[in-house]
């Protein structure tokens, strides 16, 4: 039996070595390429890497897109939340101020004006979570709005220079247009004032 543990002793001692001579190379990648055939390996690793490189840019830009697919139907809930609340508030000070609504259903009148506000915008965060959820669980929306976050995902936003550059020549234009169109307004005025005779 002491025999056969050897050989896997053995074994185990050429794993550890090989492994011991991977890491070795990964901290010095000269030591790798002084090996022969290591170019061959190097190339491969490399091809590998990029591979790796390339999934990961897919991924991410697939997070990304799903991310701005889950963050516009977060802020689609905000608003249908707080439009909800705003709705169910006014209509609930409408019917409050309305006597035969207040003698139909008298609990119309037994919250205050703060109360409703709170409780209007709790029933309007329960309906802006409900719609949300309901355009959520649609395939044809979800898909959708998937494809318009990959679009604007592709799309190349200018940098911070170029943004200020045409901020500047846009200022610039506008208020060369404004002297102009006074200049004109003034000189246009002096003429009619010389004709008509003010």
Same mark, same amino acid.
């Given at each position: 039996?002491?025999?056969?543990? /050897?050989?896997?002793?053995?074994?185990l001692d050429s794993d550890e070595e090989?492994?011991?001579t991977e890491d070795r190379e990964a901290e010095d990648p000269e030591r790798a390429l002084a090996k022969p055939g290591a170019q061959g390996l =190097?190339?491969?690793?490399?091809?590998?890497?990029?591979? /790796?490189?390339e999934e990961d840019e897919a991924g991410a830009a697939a997070l990304g897109a799903a991310r701005y697919?889950?963050?516009?139907?977060?802020?689609?809930? +905000?608003?249908?939340?707080?439009l909800a609340g705003k709705l169910v508030l006014s209509g609930w000070n409408m019917l409050a101020d309305w006597p035969e609504a207040v003698r139909q259903v008298p609990q119309l009148i037994q919250y205050g004006e703060e109360e409703r506000g709170?409780?209007?915008?709790? +029933?309007g965060a329960v309906i802006g979570?409900?719609?949300v959820i309901r355009y959520y669980r649609k395939? =044809?929306?979800?898909?959708?709005?998937?494809?318009v976050a990959t679009e604007l995902s592709r799309v190349t936003w200018p940098n911070k220079e170029t943004v200020t550059n045409g901020t500047m020549v846009v200022l610039v234009a506008s208020l060369v247009a404004t002297v102009y169109v006074a200049l004109l307004d003034r000189f246009w005025g002096y003429l009619t004032n010389?004709?008509?005779g003010a």
């Open positions: 039996m002491a025999k056969r543990e /050897e050989p896997k002793d053995q074994e090989r492994e011991l =190097s190339a491969d690793r490399e091809d590998d890497d990029e591979d /790796e490189e697919v889950h963050a516009a139907f977060f802020g689609a809930g +905000i608003l249908a939340a707080y709170t409780l209007s915008l709790v +029933i979570a409900a719609v395939e =044809s929306v979800r898909k959708w709005a998937g494809e010389l004709v008509y």
